[in-house]
């Protein structure tokens, strides 16, 4: 039947429906037309459009469709319609409706098809409404219909329904076989109609409603249409290199077929399993090829109006939430559909999803999420023929990678990398984008900076192994740009100065760089002065990042003080002489700039400190010949010309040695070095002369570590000395050279103390009974008051007073406990450091003059009674029941002032005696308590003499015991 409404009057509806194998139809003597309401631009329930036999489905059925112009007032409106069964002609023509199996509603209520054209869904002037099977109404009562509607029909009908939506999508993707935009424009319209109808199915019963007694729900008819798509795609994921397709595959690319499936799956909004999603991820992976084939495939997709960058992020964000990682191969046609530009070579202030060419994918997320890291880099190193098809490609690997897996993914793609030189950049950019991430983390993990110490050594390895390449492709100065935000980034992540290795790698990495220059046969793309200005102003900014850096991490002073002097950073050195070891070129100053920021640190400290610090053993001995160390001794040798040896203790013997004989040397009068006049003032006058003659006269072994020059000088020193000091004695010194002794009395009388020292065991030693009185001691009076009457030994006042007392001393036990005390507090408690003999002026400092007051004191508290229990208890200990012998000792303690009266020596030591009978006899009670306690006896017990009620309190009792 004609339509009253020409095609571009209205819109064209095209009907397709079945008409089942039970149902009896033949083309040669039925007909079939649809009657519905008057918005089909006919008459209401008249024949409006005649349907027409197009093909036999065999077991199915006959496939009929028609079409008819309806007015464009009809479009997004419900309209009822039915199929209607011709039967014979003219007056013996026999009409019968298809039959609806749903119960009416209301009574004299039709239940009918329901066309409604979705404008939207329009994108010419044709719709095609899919239809399902036809049905008739059984024969028989309508009870027996009802019953038949109930328990079989209903599955019948899903059953139908599915079999007609599967040749339905059959006669769309056949739309396909011929491969062009205009074809792809109607597939993508037809299926969109076909789903909008089978999607929910509709009946219509005075308005459009769902057919819910039907049952069909909008999931199965998902999983029905997933289970048509995956038959789809069964051929090209089983297929075997060389294979043919099965005959009637309607699309013959791999591909092309994908990008269809994906389509549907956004279209529709599938559903899909971990399993379907890298099925889907195999078919869109393209097959390793080159970049024309790769367009060859896709050109058309790009003509038609759907979204395929979005479509293709959905699937990968889908893939990243259920874990799958066949995505990554997918990432090609991702950035085909993307239409990118040529990678950019300054792109270090593009971000980092533009670059990766990642937009829209939450890569970092994914990072976090990742488990397993080697599944990821194997899954890369399967498909990296798909780096050739790609530029962006790799960027993008690097970006969606792990920290931890970066460096094994730059091993295994060094050939690669060998390929294509330019990619070199791609690894730094790449890291520096990880390190502006990084830097968002407030606080970052050691696993995590050690895997930055691990990219970095990666990063020289690749600049050491294409050092004649990456020039090639890349300019010098997008390198160091690069580099330059590198040693940035890298010095605000590390805050910790044991991780300084990170910060000295990328300076590293960039003085490599600087050192490259571009193979013979390109011309540079700097001149000279540009290239010199690009050096200078990148190295001032490393070194100004460097120095930042490292007074950032050096907040505290160099030194910590305790009982030694010790680093208050222990890498301290070692991170000086890792940055000084770098070698920048020498113009640039960058190794004078560090040196000069360590000497700064060095000089805050007291001198005494540097010198302590540096003959430590916490000094790093390795490496005394480097910059650092070098530095390190002349700020100690400056510092050491300042009187602070004094006090300073040798623990490493060669420093120590090194020390002492800089000292020597540097101080020593430089003009006319051996005259006997400029030696003398020089031993009067020098601040470290004291020191240095106590510890060459004292110390055989440090000694043997002083230079051969030190010690020719300080011969000489002695020579002198000794010379002028027996002109004193002998009267035959200069005036000139009396006078400057006169003027520094004090250094010359301490020397004079010193040197006898080193002859006292040689004079005791000697045999004295063969000698006259005169040649062992003077008899005359010294020339001036700065001499002492000479005797053998020739000791000094102090020295002399020591010697008097200890022999006068010799036989109290108690004055021997102090000696010994006071010598135990010299000794190191943790045994770390050998101890030395001590001069006898040190002697006199530290042993003697602290015992002999502590015994002076004692002396005073016994004759006035102040003396303790406490003292008592520890001092008079082993007088405890000899008590004869303690009165000899306190005999003897009152040598130390022979004409003071001693009758408080018997009162004291009654007392003594008294306290400690006491004392024993409090413990005895105790004794006896816990025995008491222990066995639970009640019987009250008799303690003999000690009278009732509390006990004496005195030091160490504990009270009176009671039953």
């Known amino acids: 039947m004609r339509s009253w409404l020409n095609p571009e009057e209205g819109i064209t509806v095209y009907f397709h429906a079945i008409i089942p194998k039970h149902v009896t139809f033949d083309p040669k003597l039925h007909t079939v037309f649809i009657r519905g309401a008057e918005e089909l631009g006919q008459p209401e329930w008249s024949d409006a459009c005649e349907m027409y036999y197009t093909e036999n489905l065999h077991e199915y059925g006959s496939l009929i469709e028609g079409s008819i112009v309806i007015p464009r007032q009809s479009l997004d409106r419900a309209i009822p319609y039915k199929y209607v069964l011709h039967c014979g002609q003219g007056s013996n023509c026999t009409v019968e409706y298809e039959y609806i199996y749903e119960q009416p509603q209301k009574a004299g209520e039709h239940v009918n098809r329901c066309l409604y054209v979705k404008s939207s869904l329009l994108r010419s002037r044709d719709w095609h409404q899919y239809d399902d099977i036809i049905c008739m109404r059984p024969p028989g009562t309508l009870e027996k219909f009802q019953n038949l509607f109930t328990n079989k029909m209903k599955k019948e009908l899903v059953k139908g329904k599915k079999m007609a939506a599967k040749i339905m999508l059959g006669r769309i993707f056949s739309i396909l076989q011929t491969w062009n935009p205009i074809n792809l424009r109607n597939f993508f319209t037809q299926f969109r109609q076909f789903y909008s109808v089978v999607r929910v199915p509709m009946i219509y019963e005075g308005k459009a409603q769902p057919w819910h007694s039907l049952g069909l729900r909008e999931e199965e008819v998902k999983k029905h249409l997933w289970k048509y798509l995956k038959k789809q795609m069964r051929p090209f994921l089983e297929r075997?290199?060389?294979?043919?397709?099965?005959?009637?595959?309607?699309?013959?690319?791999?591909?092309?077929?994908?990008?269809?499936?994906?389509?549907?799956?956004?279209?529709?909004?599938?559903?899909?399993?971990?399993?379907?999603?890298?099925?889907l991820c195999s078919i869109l992976c393209p097959s390793p090829c080159s970049p024309d084939a790769l367009h060859s495939d896709l050109h058309y997709i790009l003509f038609t109006s759907e979204r395929w960058q979005v479509y293709l992020v959905n699937l990968c964000q889908r893939c990243m939430v259920a874990r799958v990682i066949d995505w990554l191969g997918i990432l090609p046609v991702l950035h085909y559909c993307m239409q990118l530009a040529p990678p950019r070579k300054d792109s270090v202030n593009q971000s980092e999803d533009i670059w990766a060419a990642l937009k829209g994918i939450s890569f970092s997320q994914f990072q976090k999420e990742l488990l397993n890291e080697s599944k990821f880099l194997d899954f890369m190193e399967s498909r990296k023929q798909l780096l050739s098809m790609d530029e962006y490609l790799f960027r993008s690997w690097f970006s969606l990678l792990p920290l931890g897996s970066l460096v094994p993914y730059m091993e295994n793609f060094t050939e690669y990398l060998s390929l294509m030189p330019a990619r070199v950049l791609d690894c730094f950019l790449g890291t520096h984008y990880r390190l502006q991430r990084l830097q968002k983390i407030s606080k970052i993990s050691e696993d995590l900076l050690e895997h930055v110490g691990n990219v970095f050594k990666m990063l020289m390895y690749l600049v050491n192994i294409y050092q004649g390449m990456i020039l090639e492709k890349t300019s010098l100065e997008s390198y160091l740009t690069v580099c330059l935000k590198l040693h940035e980034a890298v010095c605000r992540i590390t805050k910790r100065l044991r991780f300084y290795e990170i910060p000295a790698l990328s300076a590293e990495v960039i003085c490599r760089i600087i050192g490259l220059r571009p193979p013979v046969d390109m011309v540079e793309d700097l001149g000279a002065t540009a290239r010199k200005g690009l050096l200078t102003d990148v190295l001032q900014g490393v070194l100004a990042i460097t120095r930042s850096w490292l007074r950032t991490v050096l907040a505290e002073n160099m030194f910590w003080k305790g009982s030694t002097v010790l680093f208050t950073y222990p890498e301290e050195i070692q991170v000086w002489r890792r940055l000084v070891g770098i070698n920048f070129p020498a113009e640039h100053g960058w190794k004078e700039s560090l040196l000069g920021d360590m000497e700064g640190r060095l000089k805050q400290e007291r001198p005494l400190s540097q010198i302590s610090a540096f003959c430590s053993p916490?000094?790093?001995?390795?490496?005394?010949?480097?910059?650092?160390?070098?530095?390190?001794?002349?700020?100690?040798?400056?510092?050491?010309?300042?009187?602070?040896?004094?006090g300073v203790s040798c623990h490493d013997l060669h420093k120590f040695?090194?020390?002492?004989?800089?000292?020597?040397?540097?101080?020593w009068p430089r003009n006319n070095r051996e005259g006997l006049d400029e030696i003398l003032e020089y031993l009067l006058t020098g601040p470290d002369v004291k020191q240095l003659f106590k510890l060459y006269g004292t110390d055989e072994k440090l000694l043997a570590n002083i230079t051969e020059d030190a010690k020719r000088l300080m011969a000489a020193a002695s020579s002198v000395f000794t010379e002028v000091a027996g002109d004193v004695l002998n009267g035959s010194i200069l005036v000139r050279r009396l006078e400057l002794i006169l003027k520094h009395k004090s250094q010359f009388l301490d020397l004079w103390q010193l040197v006898d020292f080193g002859e006292i065991e040689a004079r005791h030693m000697e045999d004295l009974n063969c000698k006259r009185l005169n040649e062992i001691m003077s008899l005359s009076q010294p020339l001036s008051s700065a001499c002492k009457q000479m005797t053998h030994y020739n000791l000094g006042p102090k020295v002399q007073e020591m010697a008097e007392r200890i022999d006068s001393l010799t036989d109290s036990h108690i004055f021997q406990i102090f000696w010994e005390?006071?010598?135990?507090?010299?000794?190191?408690?943790?045994?770390?450091?050998?101890?030395?003999?001590?001069?006898?002026t040190e002697a006199y400092e530290y042993l003697y003059l602290p015992c002999y007051q502590r015994f002076m004191k004692l002396y005073q508290d016994l004759k006035s009674g102040d003396v303790t229990f406490a003292e008592i208890d520890v001092i008079?200990?082993?007088?405890?029941?000899?008590?004869?012998?303690?009165?000899?000792?306190?005999?003897?303690?009152?040598e130390v002032h022979p004409q003071a009266q001693r009758g408080w020596i018997s009162e004291r030591v009654e007392q003594i005696k008294e306290y400690h009978s006491l004392h024993q006899a409090i413990s005895s009670a105790k004794v006896i308590c816990k025995v008491k306690k222990d066995f639970g006896l009640t019987a009250l017990l008799s303690f003999g003499t000690v009278p009732p009620g509390p006990a004496p309190q005195g030091h160490g009792s504990s009270g009176a015991c009671t039953p």
């Open 876 to 894: 008079f200990k082993d007088f405890v029941d000899k008590y004869n012998d303690l009165t000899l000792d306190l005999q003897i303690m009152c």
């Open 240 to 279: 075997k290199s060389g294979d043919a397709l099965p005959e009637g595959c309607p699309v013959k690319s791999r591909l092309r077929m994908g990008l269809i499936i994906l389509f549907l799956v956004e279209d529709t909004k599938l559903c899909l399993s971990e399993r379907d999603l890298t099925s």
């Open 657 to 667: 040695g090194s020390l002492v004989s800089a000292v020597i040397t540097k101080s």
């Open 618 to 646: 916490h000094w790093d001995a390795a490496g005394l010949e480097d910059n650092v160390a070098r530095s390190f001794e002349k700020c100690v040798i400056e510092a050491s010309r300042i009187s602070v040896l004094e």
């Open 821 to 840: 005390e006071a010598t135990e507090s010299l000794n190191d408690p943790k045994g770390e450091y050998e101890s030395r003999p001590l001069a006898l």
